[in-house]
Nanobody, 125 residues
Framework: VQLVESGGGLVQAGGSLRLSCAAS????????AGWFRQAPGKEREGVAC????????YYAESVKGRFTISSDNAKNTMHLQMNNQQPKDTAVYFC???????????????????WGQGTQVTVSS
């Protein structure tokens, strides 16, 4: 069971990045999956989540209208398209998975047990 994030990097304010999360050992469609981030000195917070059972998506208020979560079940990969990025988006971004219903718990990291290693996103002003 493994989750591997990719796609992080340095971007200027107003720019875009697309993160990917590749799963091995289990299938995205059988689980809820989400993106979380942790900035230096801050707690890990939920960014976006997608339900494996019905495809419903959930977003933190701070990213609504700018970020889009999606999954490609054929490739067993999840993505986070991040547009109009701001310096406040700078953080290590993690993907995570857990049982159906985990997304509806309010994007709480404690609802998820399976995590990737994270990818750094830095937005310069």
């Amino acid at each position: 069971v493994q989750l591997v994030e990719s796609g992080g990097g340095l971007v200027q304010a107003g720019g875009s990045l697309r993160l990917s999360c590749a799963a091995s050992g289990f299938t995205f469609a059988d689980f809820d999956a989400g993106w979380f981030r942790q900035a230096p000195g801050k707690e890990r917070e939920g960014v976006a989540c997608i339900s494996g059972s019905d495809g419903r998506t959930y977003y933190a208020e701070s990213v609504k209208g700018r970020f889009t979560i999606s999954s490609d079940n054929a490739k067993n990969t999840m993505h986070l398209q991040m547009n109009n990025q701001q310096p406040k988006d700078t953080a290590v971004y993690f993907c995570a998975m857990d049982h159906w219903g985990s997304c509806s718990g309010g994007l709480h990291p404690d609802e998820f047990d399976f995590w990737g290693q994270g990818t750094q996103v830095t937005v310069s002003s």
